[in-house]
């Protein structure tokens, strides 16, 4: 038996085939979205109660790498937003 045929066997191409593929797709980029976001939110919530120096003063070079974990933080909100934009609701 070809590769072909045993691929065929292990994956039929039915429509119901690749509507459930395009499912699966879909629901794991949602996942992957849903993993990233939450702990990147977080991050940005403490990087903001920092930055407001809620916790105490900060110096020059902590407010700097405060700043730059805030644009690393939009950086990776764009890239989820343009690369893995969230799924049409079901």
């Given at each position: 038996?070809s590769q072909e045929d045993l691929a065929a066997q292990d994956f039929?191409?039915?429509?119901?085939?690749?509507?459930?593929?395009?499912?699966?797709?879909?629901?794991?980029?949602?996942?992957?979205?849903?993993?990233?976001?939450?702990?990147?939110?977080?991050?940005?919530?403490?990087?903001?109660?920092?930055?407001?120096?809620?916790?105490?003063?900060?110096?020059?070079?902590?407010?700097?790498?405060?700043?730059?974990?805030?644009?690393?933080?939009?950086?990776?909100?764009?890239?989820?937003?343009?690369?893995?934009?969230?799924?049409?609701?079901?």
């Amino acid at each position: 038996m070809s590769q072909e045929d045993l691929a065929a066997q292990d994956f039929p191409h039915t429509p119901d085939a690749g509507e459930a593929l395009e499912r699966a797709h879909k629901e794991s980029l949602a996942t992957l979205v849903h993993d990233l976001r939450n702990p990147l939110y977080a991050l940005s919530v403490y990087v903001e109660i920092l930055a407001q120096e809620e916790v105490g003063p900060l110096t020059a070079a902590q407010h700097d790498l405060l700043q730059r974990i805030r644009h690393n933080c939009q950086e990776l909100e764009r890239l989820l937003t343009t690369v893995l934009p969230a799924p049409a609701a079901r």
